[in-house]
């Protein structure tokens, strides 16, 4: 009992992905945590504007909750804030050496901003609007003497505070690549149970005919649809909320992990295609369920679906598991062996075709995965490798591998 309690203490502290099912928590911590660092640090130096420093924390820490984004933000600012200082260094070593009227200095400062602005807008983005904002706080008033010396102060206050947050990051680090990963499990994971919810939907009205002669209702007589559970409404709402959820951690996954950002694009753009498939078979389940169906082809759909629900489930495993596995494909199942298909009512082959389209798009993000996976893998860690490896063996490895 100890030990259970034990480990569900520790488990966000030692065990990645309940790190990640905690992650707003954790991040809330972790700020805290920096911003009495970034106090202690300020008494400690105790440089003049020392505020700078925890705001600093701040800016880098208080939207951001995960390693790669927070590392190119603290790089941007380290980068911007020591260009600027370069920059400001050089305007008032103009001004001391060459300047002559209070006009010219202006003149040169205007036209500094603006160069920076465009390049800002260019290429640069945050660097370029932090060289800028650096730059200010130690020209922006020529006529105080002890002006650069305060925006100097400031901009090491920045460096610090900058220090401070890319250190705390290492307490209960947070990977953008993990979370990808767990993210996109997670939601293969929902897409399997409710793919299964809606063949259940169909399976419960009871659709079969048992004599494979029968004709389908006429397409005079309109066919009552039998609505389906507002559970799988409410799961497909929660998949599209992790879909999008995804995207912020994109662009620091390909930095932590080296893949090229186009091809973690199309992996998220499949991921929103298989999405989108499923939710038009929810919409034709409920006409569906009052559409008669053969028995040979509902068995063949039954196995099809329980194939596609495993693909599914097995590819989530992956995602998650510590171990260096690999994509398996999806199904055998081929539509066009199975001539009768093409002679069932016109919904039912829309379903199959509809459930072929969704066969593919599986296909196709494994072999994105499965490409792809030398780089993700790596990235997430060899610790984390190594401690979920030793739990899983603990609990008896990972079943779902096996499906």
Not at 47 to 57: A, M, S
Not at 129 to 137: A, E, F, K, V
Not at 166 to 179: F, G, N, R, Y
Not at 205 to 219: F, H, L, R, T, W
Request: charged share 15%; hydrophobic share 45%.
């Amino acid at each position: 009992m100890k030990s259970t309690l034990y480990q569900r203490v520790t488990a966000p502290f030692t065990e990645p992905y309940v790190r990640y099912q905690h992650a707003d928590v954790l991040h809330a911590i972790r700020l805290g945590t920096a911003v009495i660092l970034a106090l202690l640090v300020n008494k400690l130096t105790n440089l003049p504007h020392g505020e700078w420093t925890t705001i600093t924390v701040f800016i880098i820490l208080g939207l951001l909750q995960y390693q790669g984004a927070i590392y190119t933000k603290a790089k941007e600012r380290v980068l911007g804030t020591l260009l600027g200082i370069g920059t400001a260094l050089g305007v008032l070593w103009f001004i001391q050496n060459a300047g002559a009227w209070p006009w010219v200095d202006y003149a040169l400062i205007g036209l500094l901003s603006g160069i920076i602005g465009y390049l800002a807008v260019r290429k640069l983005g945050y660097t370029g609007l932090l060289t800028g904002i650096t730059m200010l706080m130690i020209v922006s008033d020529l006529g105080h003497n002890s002006i650069g010396q305060d925006g100097i102060y400031r901009a090491l206050n920045i460096l610090l505070g900058t220090g401070v947050s890319v250190a705390v990051t290492l307490i209960l680090p947070l990977k953008s690549t993990l979370m990808w990963r767990f993210l996109l499990s997670s939601n293969l994971d929902a897409c399997s149970s409710l793919y299964a919810g809606v063949g259940h939907h169909i399976d419960a009205a009871d659709g079969v005919m048992e004599n494979a002669s029968q004709k389908s209702n006429p397409i005079a007589f309109p066919i009552k649809e039998v609505p389906v559970d507002r559970k799988l409404v409410t799961a497909l709402q929660q998949i599209n909320k992790r879909l999008l959820a995804v995207r912020p951690h994109i662009a620091a996954t390909a930095s932590e992990s080296g893949i090229e950002k186009e091809t973690l694009e199309t992996i998220q753009r499949t991921h929103r295609n298989i999405i989108g498939t499923i939710d038009l078979l929810l919409s034709a389940a409920p006409r569906l369920a009052n559409i008669e169906i053969d028995e040979e082809n509902h068995v063949l759909l039954i196995h099809y679906q329980h194939e596609l629900t495993q693909a599914m489930q097995h590819m989530a495993a992956v995602l998650r598991s510590p171990s260096d596995e690999v994509f398996r494909p999806i199904t055998r199942i081929a539509v066009s062996e199975y001539p009768t298909v093409q002679h069932l009512a016109f919904e039912w082959q829309g379903y199959f075709w509809l459930t072929q389209t969704l066969q593919t798009q599986l296909q196709q993000l494994s072999d994105l995965l499965q490409t792809s996976k030398l780089h993700w893998f790596a990235a997430s860690g060899l610790g984390y490798q190594r401690r979920e490896q030793r739990r899983m063996k603990e609990q008896g490895g990972e079943t779902d591998l096996h499906l």
